[in-house]
């Protein structure tokens, strides 16, 4: 009995010495309570001023409601590899649309990013071209200014400037209000520090007056609409020549329009977990004969493509999976030969994703004779 006492007293001792930081708590900073999901969050002096405090983790306010206006901040920290930034109408934790810089990217093209985050999933592979990413001119052991204005579908955002060193033509989630969010992150990184935070509506004077970049001319013969399964184990396709119909047994399908990049988002429908991070895209042609038709594609983070059941291609396009450098962004880089019979024909796409934006994107420029889509 006394055996089981100790046994039962260790346990009970475990149990309440679990560590604190696996639960959300709260801080005041200036009036605004701001929920802590973070390693570590505090109010204290930096630089002369009052200052929060993060460190590798996020500040949520979710009394906020943000729909369009004023989000401005300035934040200190080290050279070192560390992502900042804001958050805004958060529909919840999973689901936002959101800008960090990147502290260790100073003056590069992509120093500053813009993504939407969709079912906990960011999307920066997916966005990577001149009204998504932008070089901005960072200051450490010193105060950055961060401006973002938020209009409609869209947004402008100022770093140490007077004028937008990003503007955003097309914000990509359909939110149109929600809480605000703060961001400090990186796997070793260090404290970020945030002081003259304001949050606040437009006013008179605040407008958008960025302008679009030049987008990359999207190929022809895209295709701009795709069926899209539920989510299932990358397992059941791991090594598959050819596709059984186990893993279609379970699966339930809706459409999905591609992005004005020409690329689908998949995250927006699919949410991936350890247990189910691959989803089915699926295509059905009609060939009036016999004949090869080329497939221009792109995709993150794995791809396996079958024509008919049989597989015609697979790659792995993610981050450093080809070298250090090797970002993994999409673009219509790759293409297949499709060997198209009589009649109908079902091209099937198994996407299996890691992190950076769950991606397909497709493109037919010679549709003589043959039809695409169901």
């Known amino acids: 009995m006394r055996r089981l006492f100790l046994l039962m007293l260790a346990?009970?001792?475990?149990?309440?010495?679990?560590?604190?930081?696996?639960?959300?708590?709260?801080?005041?900073?200036?009036?605004?309570?701001?929920?802590?999901?973070?390693?570590?969050?505090?109010?204290?002096?930096?630089?002369?001023?009052?200052a929060i405090k993060l460190v590798r983790g996020r500040l949520w306010a979710d009394?906020?409601?943000f729909t369009d206006g004023v989000i401005s901040f300035d934040a200190a920290y080290a050279e070192q590899q560390i992502f900042i930034g804001a958050s805004w109408r958060a529909a919840s934790d999973r689901h936002y649309e959101e800008m960090y810089f990147r502290g260790h990217l100073n003056e590069k093209p992509d120093?500053?990013?813009?993504?939407?985050?969709?079912?906990?999933?960011?999307?920066?592979?997916?966005?990577s071209d001149g009204n998504g990413i932008a070089?901005?001119?960072?200051?450490y052991g010193g105060w950055n200014k961060v401006k973002i204005v938020v209009q409609g579908d869209r947004a402008d955002i100022y770093f140490n400037s007077a004028a937008p060193v990003l503007h955003i033509p097309d914000l990509k989630t359909a939110l149109t209000s929600g809480y605000v969010g703060l961001r400090s992150g990186g796997r070793q990184a260090g404290p970020a520090y945030f002081s003259n935070i304001t949050i606040r509506p437009l006013q008179a004077g605040d407008a958008i007056v960025g302008t679009p970049k030049t987008s990359a001319e999207l190929p022809e013969g895209l295709i701009g609409e795709w069926n899209i399964s539920s989510t299932f184990a990358e397992t059941l396709v791991d090594s598959s020549?050819?596709?059984?119909?186990?893993?279609?047994a379970d699966l339930t399908w809706q459409?999905?329009?591609?992005?004005?990049n020409g690329i689908a988002n998949l995250s927006r429908v699919a949410e991936r977990n350890r247990e189910a991070n691959t989803v089915f895209v699926r295509l059905n042609i009609v060939s009036e004969t016999d004949q090869m038709k080329e497939l221009s594609f792109g995709y993150s983070d794995r791809v396996r493509i079958y024509l008919n059941g049989k597989r015609i291609y697979y790659g792995n396009a993610g981050w450093r999976v080809r070298d250090y450098r090797f970002l993994g962004t999409v673009g219509f880089f790759d293409s297949a030969g499709l060997d198209l019979r009589k009649g109908e024909n079902e091209l099937t796409v198994a996407i299996s994703e890691t992190f950076g934006g769950w991606a397909w994107a497709g493109?037919?420029?010679?549709?003589?004779?043959?039809?695409?889509?169901?």
């Open 135 to 139: 070089p901005v001119s960072q200051k």
């Open 11 to 50: 346990i009970i001792h475990a149990l309440f010495a679990l560590p604190a930081a696996a639960q959300d708590t709260a801080l005041e900073y200036k009036g605004q309570v701001w929920r802590v999901a973070a390693q570590e969050a505090e109010v204290t002096s930096h630089l002369g001023r009052e």
């Open 63 to 65: 009394d906020m409601i």
């Open 255 to 260: 459409t999905l329009p591609a992005e004005t």
């Open 241 to 248: 020549l050819t596709l059984s119909e186990k893993p279609y």
């Open 111 to 127: 120093a500053l990013q813009y993504t939407p985050v969709e079912n906990g999933n960011s999307a920066w592979q997916i966005f």
């Open 363 to 374: 493109a037919i420029a010679d549709r003589s004779g043959i039809t695409v889509g169901d």
